[in-house]
């Protein structure tokens, strides 16, 4: 523990106290995590460039004297004494990936080289947010850890793809060469409050166009599937991976395995908002997976963790948000 862990806190013995950096804590998943470490009264410094996201997220938390924000890009080297980090910085919209390709490649491997050697040279530990992107358009179905993937290396997806592929080798090789404790989880689609609502991610996009009245932007014939883990349960389960025994180190599965064809999300944004938008179809994005479901054996087993909020309560709860963020009187079906 830092020696400035052991300042006292309303919620959390000082002995347990710990000083945990989040980079991409502005973000949509790294807010929420801001906010439950807080909870649980540990001190947090959120490190963030707002490249896809703003203050809106942590706004709220501006105030509190255990949560500090540094405005810094992880390309860069960082200086903090800290006992945890949480590697949530990157871009995870396709949109917003694409849009700059190389700086994602960056953020990915020069952030993940500087947030390694920042836990080597302090001894923290290190959790990193990876993706079921590092299994490609995948032939396994459902996607087990011990599945190589089958990953494009030069279209448009892979400059995320690989560069987490990357970033986890980075994490494996500092635990191996360099004793680092690190821990490596493999997010599935996840969604809920504080998505930017021109994020372009699937149920972001589907919501606030619901909301607007606009038709529903389905891409290609709306076959392809994927499965969708509401924030909380997510939250949960990083918080568990990091909390895990040492000796797991992943890569783990986490997300929601119910699987959906977005064509089935089309349909349930529809009921929940308004019938009455229609729905266009537009082309299939260059590389797009046709399926995706994660296998948690592994989560259940390692971690206890299990999903517990389905998509019908999560999706009800998301456009509760966007609602009170757009400031639109429509009526949510129940
Ligand atoms: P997000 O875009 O809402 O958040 C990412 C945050 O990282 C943003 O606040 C952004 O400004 C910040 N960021 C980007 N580049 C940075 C840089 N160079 N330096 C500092 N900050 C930078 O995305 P999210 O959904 O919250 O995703 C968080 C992490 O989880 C990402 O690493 C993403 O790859 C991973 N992930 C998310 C999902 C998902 O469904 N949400 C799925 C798989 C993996
Ligand atoms: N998609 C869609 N309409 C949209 C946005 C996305 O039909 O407005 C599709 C997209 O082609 C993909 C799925 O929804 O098949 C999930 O896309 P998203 O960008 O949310 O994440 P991905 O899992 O592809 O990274």
């Given amino acids: 523990m830092s020696i400035n862990s052991t300042r006292a806190v309303e919620a959390i013995s000082p002995w347990k106290q710990k000083r945990i950096l989040i980079t991409g804590g502005a973000?949509?998943?790294?807010?929420?995590?801001?906010d439950r470490l807080l909870t649980e009264g540990h001190e947090v410094i959120c490190v963030d460039n707002f490249y896809s996201s703003t203050k809106q997220n942590i706004l709220h938390l501006l105030d509190n004297p255990r949560f500090e924000l540094i405005r810094h890009d992880v390309t860069f080297p960082l200086y903090l004494e800290i006992d945890e980090i949480y590697n949530m910085a990157c871009p995870a919209s396709p949109v917003h990936y694409q849009h700059d390709p190389v700086q994602t490649t960056k953020?990915?491997?020069?952030?993940?080289?500087?947030?390694?050697?920042?836990?080597?040279?302090?001894?923290?530990?290190?959790?990193?947010?990876?993706?079921?992107?590092?299994?490609?358009?995948?032939?396994v179905h459902p996607q087990v850890e011990t599945y190589w993937g089958n990953v494009n290396p030069i279209g448009p997806r892979s400059c995320y793809d690989e560069g987490k592929r990357c970033a986890e080798t980075l994490f494996f090789d500092y635990h191996r060469q360099h004793g680092?404790?690190?821990?490596?989880?493999?997010i599935f689609n996840t969604y809920g409050p504080r998505m930017h609502p021109n994020d372009g991610r699937?149920?972001?996009?589907?919501?606030?166009?619901?909301?607007?009245?606009?038709?529903?932007?389905?891409?290609?014939?709306?076959?392809?599937?994927?499965?969708?883990?509401?924030?909380?349960?997510?939250?949960?389960v990083i918080i568990r991976t990091m909390n895990s025994d040492d000796a797991f180190i992943g890569p783990v599965n986490i997300g929601n395995p119910t699987e959906f064809t977005m064509l089935e999300l089309a349909e349930v944004v529809?009921?929940?908002?308004?019938q009455n938008v229609g729905i266009v179809h537009k082309p299939l994005p260059v590389?797009?997976?046709?399926?995706?479901?994660?296998?948690i054996s592994l989560a259940k087993s390692e971690l206890d963790w299990a999903p517990k909020v389905e998509l019908d309560e999560g999706i009800t709860?998301?456009?509760?948000?966007?609602?009170?963020?757009?400031?639109?009187?429509?009526?949510?079906a129940a």
């Fill in 27 to 34: 973000g949509f998943l790294g807010s929420h995590l801001c």
């Fill in 107 to 139: 953020t990915s491997v020069h952030g993940a080289i500087n947030m390694l050697g920042l836990a080597k040279r302090t001894g923290a530990k290190i959790l990193q947010a990876s993706t079921s992107e590092v299994y490609g358009d995948p032939i």
């Fill in 180 to 186: 680092v404790q690190t821990k490596v989880v493999r």
């Fill in 202 to 236: 699937v149920v972001s996009n589907f919501i606030v166009q619901a909301l607007l009245g606009k038709p529903i932007t389905l891409f290609g014939e709306g076959t392809q599937t994927r499965s969708f883990c509401y924030v909380d349960d997510l939250i949960e």
């Fill in 270 to 274: 529809k009921s929940k908002v308004s």
């Fill in 287 to 295: 590389n797009d997976p046709t399926q995706r479901k994660p296998d």
């Fill in 317 to 332: 709860k998301t456009i509760s948000y966007f609602k009170n963020l757009l400031g639109v009187e429509l009526k949510v």
